[in-house]
Structure formats: C-alpha cells, structure tokens
Nanobody, 121 residues
C-alpha cells in the first residue's frame, strides 16, 4: 500500500514563507511526477507546481517567482518552498504523485490528505 503524507502547513502573515513536505511510503517501485495542488474554499483544485521524473518543473502563473518545487528521490519526497506569500495563496495544499507500486503493471495517481496554508493580510 502506498501513502503520501504532507506536512508544513500553518498560519503566516503576508510576505512570509512556508515550506511544505511530502513523503511517499509503502511498496513503491517507481515514482514519475510529484506535484502540488491547492484548493481554496469554493474553488476548484488547481495545479500549483510539478516536478517530472526527468527533473523538469512547471508552475502556475500565479506562483512563478515565489514558489519552488524540489525532490529528493532517495527519500521519495517532494517539497514546496513558498516565499512572499499572499492572502490569495490561502488554501488546502495537496501532494500528488504518479506511482507504480510493487506488483502492479500500472502507474496511478496518489493523493495526500492535504495541509492547510492560511496567509493573513
């Protein structure tokens, strides 16, 4: 069984920083992309940042220049460094990864439980 666990959310003032962590565990054969999504109240879940297996990264326009995604393949982990946070960044942040579990021929997407980020003005 595969699990993703996020940590690092919290309350921060506008202009502050937070670092989110995501750890994948379980019977993992390989991990393709690792991604961060967020969902604000009343809004759809949106992709914030992605880190492919080939080490390419992509960001939503709203976070470019402020957020940075990184990976530690040895730890099956991903991180999201968030700087210069704005009130509109307030949301539940979810880690997502495309993982092939041991014994499975397929790659499927897994989700963490989410971590709340609240930015006060």
């Amino acid at each position: 069984q595969v699990q993703l666990v996020e940590s690092g959310g919290g309350l921060v003032q506008a202009g502050g920083s937070l670092r989110l962590s995501c750890a994948a565990s379980g019977s993992i054969l390989s991990i393709n992309s690792m991604n961060w999504y967020r969902q604000a109240p009343g809004k759809e879940r949106e992709l914030v940042a992605s880190f492919s297996n080939g080490a390419s990264t992509n960001y939503a326009d709203s976070v470019k220049g402020r957020f940075s995604i990184s990976r530690d393949n040895a730890k099956n982990a991903a991180y999201l460094q968030m700087n210069n946070l704005k009130p509109e960044d307030t949301a539940v942040y979810y880690c997502n990864a495309d993982i092939r579990a041991r014994g499975s021929p397929f790659v499927r997407g897994y989700w963490g439980q989410g971590t709340q980020v609240t930015v006060s003005s």
